[in-house]
């Protein structure tokens, strides 16, 4: 099996904190959606399994017409074997989704929405400088229940400087009361070359609180395990059966085609990924090339990625999968980091392997870099 990616790169609005490839030129959509009916068509080798997942991520994929909508899917379906497919997600932001709109994408296909909420509060939202509002978020979610499409996801962003405690759980309630059956929660994150890395070098806004993220990442996971969520993955959470398809099978390592600007594809072998400018991916598609740059994976880079990933997860890492891919060598080299995290109290064996202490899972990127190979 293996899933396709598309990156649709446009916002109305830059929101403070992002660092994902974007622009607000929307007048480009039009000629981004042919260049991108182009590449689906010189990309149609590049998987040799069946199609499970399709994700429309971006940016803001719906800002997309019916119109590209509609060119989109028939290329794919044109091009790849859609016939397997069980999860279709589309990305969209509150201030897009309309009831006809919703309608609209289910009539497609689309079976899964995911929708960029970050937060009920309308003055964290403000910072973020997010283009909806709080009152379009609420009705964003009952448009899509009301056009039939239940299977949701919902964004929250947590740690913000004017989220309180009670705000937080007020949010996680008040998704838990529309019963949506999935939610991805996120540390706001300081990144280099965004307007909020821009305003805390300048001083014009007070700096991250980490201690504040610690104490709102355990209050998410206990509120949304008291819900009935398991915390799948170290930001996502899901009722029984509601985990992300397209993202489980990327953590697990199945391949994947990732479409439009910047973004990844990987077969196990090689990861590449395209030019992020949209101007130069345009062109150079309407010449005939698809502007990339391929990175062969040595086995020292894939373990490195199958212990980032896998420590991320509820089961954490197996060891027979683990021997089985990277042999006894990486096995004796695990084996000895673990002796050490386990006196530290950070990890726990399972009974294939081992997995990060619940207390612990706040800092699962940095005990990841301890099993590095570099
Ligand atoms: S809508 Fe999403 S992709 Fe666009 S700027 Fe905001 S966070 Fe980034």
Same mark, same amino acid.
Request: glycine content about 6%; aromatic content about 10%.
């Given at each position: 099996?293996?899933?396709?990616?598309?990156?649709?790169?446009?916002?109305?609005?830059?929101? /403070?904190?992002?660092?994902? /490839?974007?622009?607000?030129?929307?007048?480009?959509?039009?000629?981004?959606?042919?260049?991108?009916?182009? *590449?689906?068509?010189?990309?149609?080798?590049?998987?040799?399994?069946?199609?499970?997942?399709?994700? #429309?991520?971006?940016?803001?994929?719906?800002?997309?017409?019916?119109?590209?909508?509609?060119?989109?899917?028939?290329?794919?379906?044109?091009?790849?074997?859609?016939?397997?497919?069980? %999860?279709?997600?589309? *990305?969209?932001?509150?201030?897009?989704?309309?009831? %006809?709109?919703?309608?609209?994408?289910?009539?497609?296909?689309?079976?899964?929405?995911?929708?960029?909420?970050?937060?009920?509060?309308?003055?964290?939202?403000?910072?973020?400088?997010?283009?909806?509002?709080?009152?379009?978020?609420?009705?964003?979610?009952?448009?899509?229940?009301?056009?039939?499409?239940?299977?949701?996801?919902?964004?929250?962003?947590?740690?913000?400087?004017?989220?309180?405690?009670?705000? #937080?759980?007020?949010?996680?309630?008040?998704?838990?009361?529309?019963?949506?059956? /999935?939610?991805?929660?996120?540390?706001?994150?300081?990144?280099?070359?965004?307007?909020?890395?821009?305003?805390?070098?300048?001083?014009?806004?007070?700096?991250?609180?980490?201690?504040?993220?610690?104490? /709102?990442?355990?209050?998410?996971?206990?509120?949304?395990?008291?819900?009935?969520?398991?915390?799948?993955?170290?930001?996502n959470f899901a009722k029984p059966g509601h985990e992300s398809m397209h993202n489980s099978n990327y953590w697990k390592g199945i391949p994947y085609l990732g479409l439009g600007p910047s973004a990844h594809s990987y077969n196990i072998h090689t990861r590449q990924w395209n030019v992020a400018n949209n101007q130069l991916y345009i062109h150079s598609i309407e010449e005939g090339n698809i502007p990339y740059e391929i990175e062969k994976l040595e086995t020292s880079t894939r373990y490195n990625e199958f212990m980032m990933i896998s420590l991320r997860l509820l089961e954490g890492v197996n060891l027979t999968a683990l021997t089985q891919q990277f042999g006894e060598t990486y096995l004796a080299h695990t084996q000895t980091i673990v002796k050490g995290l386990q006196k530290e109290?950070?990890?726990? #064996?399972?009974?294939?392997?081992?997995?990060?202490?619940?207390?612990?899972?706040?800092?699962?990127?940095?005990?990841?870099?301890?099993?590095?190979?570099?």
């Amino acid at each position: 099996m293996s899933g396709i990616y598309i990156h649709i790169p446009f916002c109305r609005k830059a929101c /403070h904190y992002c660092n994902f /490839h974007f622009s607000t030129q929307i007048q480009q959509l039009d000629a981004f959606v042919n260049a991108l009916i182009r *590449e689906i068509a010189m990309q149609e080798k590049y998987l040799n399994s069946p199609i499970e997942t399709l994700y #429309l991520g971006g940016g803001t994929p719906s800002l997309l017409q019916e119109a590209h909508l509609d060119k989109i899917i028939s290329a794919i379906d044109k091009h790849f074997n859609l016939s397997t497919l069980k %999860e279709f997600t589309l *990305e969209a932001n509150p201030d897009d989704i309309s009831i %006809e709109k919703t309608k609209r994408w289910k009539t497609a296909g689309i079976n899964r929405l995911s929708i960029g909420i970050q937060s009920f509060q309308q003055e964290a939202l403000d910072w973020m400088n997010r283009a909806h509002n709080t009152t379009q978020s609420i009705q964003a979610i009952e448009y899509a229940q009301a056009a039939g499409i239940h299977n949701i996801s919902a964004d929250l962003i947590y740690g913000t400087p004017h989220l309180s405690d009670e705000a #937080l759980l007020k949010d996680i309630a008040l998704l838990n009361q529309f019963q949506i059956p /999935h939610i991805s929660c996120y540390a706001l994150t300081v990144e280099e070359k965004t307007a909020l890395h821009s305003l805390i070098e300048r001083k014009k806004i007070d700096n991250i609180d980490t201690e504040k993220q610690a104490r /709102h990442f355990e209050m998410v996971v206990e509120a949304l395990g008291e819900n009935g969520y398991v915390h799948y993955e170290i930001s996502n959470f899901a009722k029984p059966g509601h985990e992300s398809m397209h993202n489980s099978n990327y953590w697990k390592g199945i391949p994947y085609l990732g479409l439009g600007p910047s973004a990844h594809s990987y077969n196990i072998h090689t990861r590449q990924w395209n030019v992020a400018n949209n101007q130069l991916y345009i062109h150079s598609i309407e010449e005939g090339n698809i502007p990339y740059e391929i990175e062969k994976l040595e086995t020292s880079t894939r373990y490195n990625e199958f212990m980032m990933i896998s420590l991320r997860l509820l089961e954490g890492v197996n060891l027979t999968a683990l021997t089985q891919q990277f042999g006894e060598t990486y096995l004796a080299h695990t084996q000895t980091i673990v002796k050490g995290l386990q006196k530290e109290n950070k990890i726990k #064996l399972t009974n294939n392997g081992f997995a990060i202490e619940k207390h612990a899972r706040f800092l699962a990127d940095g005990i990841a870099s301890e099993f590095f190979i570099v």
